[in-house]
Nanobody
């Protein structure tokens, strides 16, 4: 069982940066792939990126590739989403999720979810 709590959201101007955190409970954090998804108003939840249990592998959605970076600190049982050069279209509620498998971009594969944190990018 893993419980996830996101933080770090807020209001930022276009071109700015934010770092989201996802704090996990449980001693098995290091076994899980950690992913970030987002959901904008009126849209379906979409995959943002994910990181392997060791941190050695990452993959991203094309819309954020080169601007967003996922990292993790297994000692702190926390995953991060560094977002640079933010655009108004990045405005969404951001969720972290965990799964034992690696490689999926489909939300249905992820077993554990946080409550989400709002990111708003003004133009």
């Amino acid at each position: 069982q893993v419980q996830l709590v996101e933080s770090g959201g807020g209001l930022v101007q276009a071109g700015g940066s934010l770092r989201l955190s996802c704090a996990a409970s449980g001693r098995t954090f290091s076994s899980y792939t950690m992913a970030w998804f987002r959901q904008a108003p009126g849209k379906e939840r979409e995959f943002v990126g994910a990181i392997s249990w060791s941190g050695g592998g990452t993959y991203y959605a094309g819309s954020v590739e080169g601007r967003f970076t996922i990292s993790r600190d297994n000692a702190k049982t926390t995953a991060y989403l560094q977002m640079n050069n933010l655009k108004p279209e990045d405005t969404a509620v951001y969720y972290c999720a965990a799964d034992l498998k690696y490689g999926s971009r489909w939300q249905g594969e992820y077993d554990y979810w946080g409550q989400g944190t709002q990111v708003t990018v003004s133009s």
